[in-house]
């Protein structure tokens, strides 16, 4: 089986209304696109900060902005689709008890738990660069990663999103001098110990680095960890559904991942990987 499970039914562009891209003939789109990829696992992860109920969760200036859609009438959409639902929510220290409860009342799939920002900075957002200023690649590296493995072990969320997403710029950012297995470390430790999936996301070959999240090292780490994972595309239009899956799929099987997690009302279970087509 494939799945494509972290997908958003809309660019990040500003003028991206739910009337407009929450609708029948966008979803088919998608489910066409799958189709022509051996696709048979859909689902949709939308960015939390979309909705005004993350809100409820953290008040960064960028999500004051962003935040003017309504989760439930999305989830409701959702539900009348054949699309899976989910949601993409960035993992907030100390709003741990506010996500839960905003995850826990609605009848999600799975939830693929993001870090973007470390503190008011963000890694992949030019706007609220965390590499401006200072951004000492040592700092920001470990801050990542121990962010990251905080969400994991937060218990919150069932996927770990682009799980090395610090190094989304490629050579346009500061490399740490250091063994980047040094950074993962405690990431991974977390990941084991909390048995949150692995997300393999093909979306980094589409940004400045060119590869695939995670990093072959971090992904043997993973491996070595017994992690589990999962597949995802992170399309944000219907021509991005799959993309690269061949790229991923020999990634994995490279490693010797013969499966991947389906998820369904946040259980899990593992399928074998590869194309039904
Ligand atoms: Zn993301
Ligand atoms: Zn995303």
Redesign the pocket.
């Known amino acids: 089986m494939l799945t494509d499970y972290h997908l958003h039914l809309r660019p990040d562009e500003d003028d991206t209304p739910p009337e407009r891209f929450f609708t029948a003939d966008n979803v088919e789109r998608y489910l066409r696109a799958a189709g022509d990829a051996g696709i048979a696992e859909l689902g949709v992860a939308e960015?939390i900060h979309r909705f005004t109920q993350a809100l409820e969760l953290w008040r960064h200036p960028f999500w004051e902005e962003q935040a003017r859609d309504d989760l439930d009438a999305y989830c409701r959409f959702v539900r009348g689709t054949e699309l899976r639902l989910g949601i993409?929510c960035d993992f907030i220290p100390g709003a741990e008890d506010r996500t839960a409860s905003l995850l826990e009342s609605r009848d999600f799939d799975y939830v693929v738990g993001?870090v973007?920002f470390l503190g008011e900075a963000a890694v992949?957002h030019q706007g609220w660069d965390v590499w401006e200023g200072r951004g000492d690649p040592d700092e920001v590296w470990r801050r990542y990663f121990e962010t990251l493995a905080e969400c994991a072990r937060s218990g919150l969320f069932d996927i770990l999103?682009?799980p090395d997403?610090v190094k989304v710029w490629g050579g346009a950012r500061p490399l740490p001098q250091r063994d980047l297995r040094f950074y993962y470390e405690p990431a991974v430790e977390a990941i084991a110990d909390s048995g949150i999936a692995v997300e393999v996301s093909t979306a980094g070959l589409r940004k400045p680095v060119g590869e695939l999240y995670p990093a072959p090292a971090f992904a043997q780490m993973c491996v070595e960890a017994e992690a589990a994972f999962a597949l995802s595309s992170?399309a944000h239009r219907p021509e991005e559904v799959g993309f690269e899956y061949s790229r991923a799929v020999e990634f994995l099987a490279e490693l010797g991942v013969e499966e991947i997690c389906v998820f369904e009302r946040r259980r899990r279970r593992l399928e074998r990987l590869g194309s039904d087509i």
Do not use: I, T, V
Request: negative net charge.
């Open positions: 960015h993409e993001s973007h992949d999103a682009h997403l992170d």
